[in-house]
């Protein structure tokens, strides 16, 4: 049994703006010409808020379409540490893109791809809540590496050494 196809559409199309949202979160913070910074915040900051509607309608789409059951020879323990994992890996993608909403409105920053769209910021300027916002989206962002790191091990584990249909569950991203 897998997930349905827009499920696993929605993982996929996660994967890729996560993947991209990492490093180009990692690279803009250095110290880099305004040339290369500015384009890399305005990428990070307009594909940030579309993580946001993507996370959003995923869990939507999820509440009424609930996964389906593992394998039965899945032990108990690994169920949990499973569901375990994926909460909080939902929960760290919301983290990081609503406290980056809140470090860049609060700071009295655009959003280029919402001004674009003519919606205004939620927020008025606020230094202490962009500074906490900062913090909050800079260690959020570790245990967001470490946790899809655990994710990416168990994902190939299950795919590469025991077999056992957990992978493909997941795979391929498209097809029926
Ligand atoms: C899943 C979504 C996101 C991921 C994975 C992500 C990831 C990252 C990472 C890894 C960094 C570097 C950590 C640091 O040194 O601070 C960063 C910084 C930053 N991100 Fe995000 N981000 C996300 C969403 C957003 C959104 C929605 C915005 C704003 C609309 C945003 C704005 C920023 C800004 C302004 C910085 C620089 C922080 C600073 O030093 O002032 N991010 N992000
Ligand atoms: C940014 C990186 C990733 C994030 C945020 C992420 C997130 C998630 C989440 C939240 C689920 C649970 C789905 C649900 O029940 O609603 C899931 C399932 C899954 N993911 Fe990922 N994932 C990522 C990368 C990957 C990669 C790279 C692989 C493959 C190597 C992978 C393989 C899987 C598989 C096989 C499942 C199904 C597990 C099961 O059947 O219980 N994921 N992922």
Redesign the pocket.
């Known amino acids: 049994m897998r997930?349905g196809v827009v499920?696993r559409g929605f993982?996929w199309l996660?994967?890729l703006?996560?993947?991209t949202m990492i490093p180009v979160g990692l690279i803009m913070t250095q110290d880099l010409p305004r040339s290369i910074q500015n384009p890399l915040f305005i990428l990070h900051k307009g594909l940030g808020v579309v993580v946001l509607v993507v996370v959003a309608l995923?869990l939507g789409w999820?509440a009424f379409n609930p996964?389906p059951p593992?394998p039965a020879a899945i032990p108990a323990p690994q169920r949990l540490a499973?569901a375990a994992?994926?909460a909080g890996?939902?929960a760290l993608?919301m983290v990081m893109a609503v406290s980056g909403y809140v470090r860049v409105t609060a700071g009295g920053f655009p959003i280029e791809l919402l001004v674009a769209f003519g919606v205004p910021p939620l927020l008025a300027e606020n230094e202490p809540l962009a500074e906490t916002a900062k913090a909050v989206h800079a260690a959020a962002a570790f245990a967001?590496i470490g946790l899809?790191s655990v994710?990416?091990a168990a994902?190939?584990y299950?795919?590469i050494v025991r077999r056992d249909g957990?992978?493909?569950?997941?795979?391929p991203p498209f097809s029926a």
């Open positions: 997930y499920s993982h996660t994967v703006l996560v993947f995923r999820r996964p593992l499973a994992t994926h890996l939902y993608l967001l899809v994710h990416v994902a190939s299950h795919g957990v992978f493909s569950r997941m795979w």
